[in-house]
């Protein structure tokens, strides 16, 4: 069986750990996990958010601004134009900010890519088992 070494502070071994997923010591499954980790998960959790978002935003501006509003949620264009605005700008922060978090600590030796390894495990038609290391 062949075997392969990732370090413990790459960015996929940290995004999979903050999801709270167990590490798979398969390649093709930890693959999947991190894939998983970049795209399900986070629009789930977007989603979640916007919807808070979009729940208070519409009960505080109904309120406080504009008593008609909350009868028409968000009936005017202008009203739209500053809300998705707001929201875009939001979700753009989040996601630079996870990013900036996921990229600040640079390893130091160039190991092969997880999707390179994973490629080449596919065309190889084994799944090596994966080691983390600590270093």
């Keep these: 069986m062949k075997i392969i070494k990732k370090k413990k502070k790459s960015w996929h071994y940290k995004l999979v750990k903050w999801w709270g997923m167990k590490h798979s010591q398969s390649l093709c499954v930890y693959f999947w996990q991190v894939v998983a980790s970049l795209t399900v998960v986070p629009l789930l959790v977007l989603s979640v958010i916007l919807l808070g978002v979009v729940l208070f935003i519409t009960v505080i501006t109904g309120i406080i601004v504009f ?69």
């Design 67 to 135: 008593p008609s509003v909350l009868l028409g949620v968000l009936s005017t264009e202008t009203e739209e134009l500053l809300f998705f605005t707001f929201v875009g700008g939001l979700s753009w922060t989040v996601i630079f900010s996870v990013l900036y978090v996921l990229y600040s600590n640079k390893v130091k030796h160039k190991q092969p890519s997880l999707i390179f390894s994973y490629i080449k495990a596919k065309k190889d038609k084994i799944c090596p088992i994966i080691e983390f290391e600590d270093k």
